[in-house]
């Protein structure tokens, strides 16, 4: 971005200028969206945007000017003016695609530099491969700004990825997300804006007044305040969408039910209602993920807290998510996650225990040694498998691809004599196998005898139907069976109970 000041501008004056969130390489939202423009007016009354030939006259009020351009094709290598005054401001290299929000906390700021696929991704770019994607963040307390800029560019700026690329700093859930979606969408221009903050919570990135609208909620002196700092300088863009990855920090609160308006089930849906409506953008996509195991904070309730991530719904979108999709996490702990040689120092040359099993070719510590963790494995650092399923399921929701736009998810459960329990699911579309892990005195059925109907419309704004058995398996143990059953009996949907009340015995 470069204002440019012309021969006749009187000195000291204020000129025109378009606001940080856009520069040099930006992307703008395609059609049938109308890319949005603004920035400081100066001391103009009137301000024009220009586009090639197109000449758009921006509003002003209060020292702000703002345009709408028309709806724009894919693509573009586009010099985008605003003119006012005596002041001229520029931007380069711009094209239009699809522009998504990226945030949340660590685990979505997690800099690709702490995860595995980082070198494939790297070696992509360098074969001239994801030309499309184009990246920009907010500075964080885990990232640091990032300009916009083609992806081929972040790999040699500042240096480099040997020696500490803009590339390897930036958030790898969006990255991935962004990687995994080219893969389908081919040559369609990405725009990817960063802005999550790590260890932050979901009240945080709330307005006041819309946490007060769900009971239970954690009142601090830090909430809204990353809803004021990193949400609405964009809130004026047009979006495809959002991703959100969160939640860790809020696993000490009440997890809550969307229905009933309280606790985070109820937060969460009114994360994506508030979003939209400051975007003016209702029916935009939202996605979230689930947490992994590892994102427990020492807090109870993983799984009561997967359920609230949904709005206590347990799969998305669901009516009081329209719109939404959700990769599940809770498979996608990091594949080292048991530290023991790390807490034992094996891998640092000053070991305190036995580090039998910790060394060798594909060890622990050789693991750890191409890819050190951020913070320990709360942070998993295999991100391209969870940013794959959301990608997945965004193609399905977002772009209307044929596909399933989630795994099979836990409705409820029954006992079926005095051995067996059948399990429901809801989303069974597209499903092509089920797999459970072996042993633990389960028996398998075959797929052939598995009973499935009926696919979920994920653009039905009604209630979801009524459980679809997916998956039937019978238990040795009687005690397993009970255990199972009591656990499934806790679920809810919608405030409803799933699954049958259970006498312990």
């Known amino acids: 971005m470069r204002p440019i000041l012309a021969l006749a501008g009187v000195s000291g004056a204020l000129g025109v ?38 000449r758009v006259q921006a509003t002003v009020k209060d020292g702000r000017w703002h345009a709408r351009l028309p709806a724009q094709p894919p693509g573009g290598d586009w010099t985008i003016t605003a003119s006012g005054g005596n002041a001229t401001a520029e931007l380069r290299h711009v094209t239009f695609g699809d522009v998504w929000y990226c945030s949340g906390q660590s685990n979505m700021a997690l800099p690709l530099q702490y995860t595995m696929s980082r070198h494939r991704s790297l070696e ?58 080219s893969d389908r969408l081919g040559d369609v221009p990405l725009g990817m804006i960063h802005t999550a903050w790590g260890g932050s919570t979901i009240e945080e990135w709330l307005d006041n007044k819309t946490i007060a609208s769900c009971r239970n909620a954690t009142i601090t002196s830090g909430n809204q305040q990353y809803h004021d700092k990193r949400v609405l300088p964009y809130v ?50 939202f996605g979230f993920v689930t947490l992994a195991p590892s994102g427990s904070e020492g807090g109870n309730s993983m799984g009561a807290m997967r359920w609230a991530q949904t709005a206590n719904f347990g799969v998305a979108p669901n009516p009081a998510m329209p719109f ?48 050190n963790y951020y913070m320990g494995p709360i942070h998993p650092r295999d991100k391209k498998p969870v940013a794959a399923r959301l990608a997945q399921a965004a193609l399905v929701v977002a772009y209307g691809a044929q596909g399933s736009f989630t795994g099979p998810t836990l409705a409820g459960c029954r006992a079926n004599g005095e051995n067996a329990a059948r399990l429901a699911f809801l989303a069974c579309r597209g499903l092509t196998g089920f797999r459970f892990p072996k042993g633990g005195g389960l028996k398998i059925l075959p797929w052939a005898e598995m009973h499935i109907k009926g696919p979920y419309n994920p653009y039905s704004l009604h209630p979801l139907p009524g459980p679809t058995t997916c998956l039937a398996f019978s238990f040795v143990s009687p005690l397993r069976l009970l255990h199972s059953l009591r656990h499934c009996a806790t679920m809810t949907y919608a405030g409803k109970s799933f699954g049958e009340t259970l006498d312990s015995g």
């Open 124 to 181: 992509a770019i360098q074969a001239n491969k994801y030309g499309n994607i184009r990246i920009h963040g907010m500075s964080g307390n885990m990232n640091p700004t990032q300009p916009w800029a083609k992806v081929s560019d972040a790999i040699r700026s500042p240096s480099t990825c040997d020696k500490g690329c803009a590339f390897f700093k930036y958030s790898s859930t969006c990255w991935y997300f962004a990687e995994s979606l």
């Open 17 to 54: 200028s378009f606001s940080g969130v856009f520069g040099d390489f930006a992307v703008l939202q395609r059609e049938p969206s109308k890319a949005a423009l603004f920035g400081d007016a100066g001391n103009a009354s009137s301000v024009i945007v220009t586009l090639g030939t197109l």
């Open 236 to 285: 004026d863009m047009a979006l495809k969408g959002w991703i959100w990855y969160q939640g860790e920090n809020d696993m000490h609160g009440v997890h809550g039910n969307s229905a009933l308006g309280y606790g985070y089930g109820c937060l969460a849906q009114r994360l994506v209602s508030s979003w939209r409506s400051l975007w003016r953008q209702p029916e935009a996509p």
């Open 324 to 371: 939404s999709f959700m990769a599940q996490a809770f498979d996608l702990n990091d594949p080292f996650s048991n530290i023991t040689c790390y807490r034992k120092g094996c891998c640092s040359g000053s070991p305190h225990g036995d580090c039998n099993g910790c060394g060798g070719p594909g060890g622990y510590c050789a693991n750890l040694s191409d890819t």
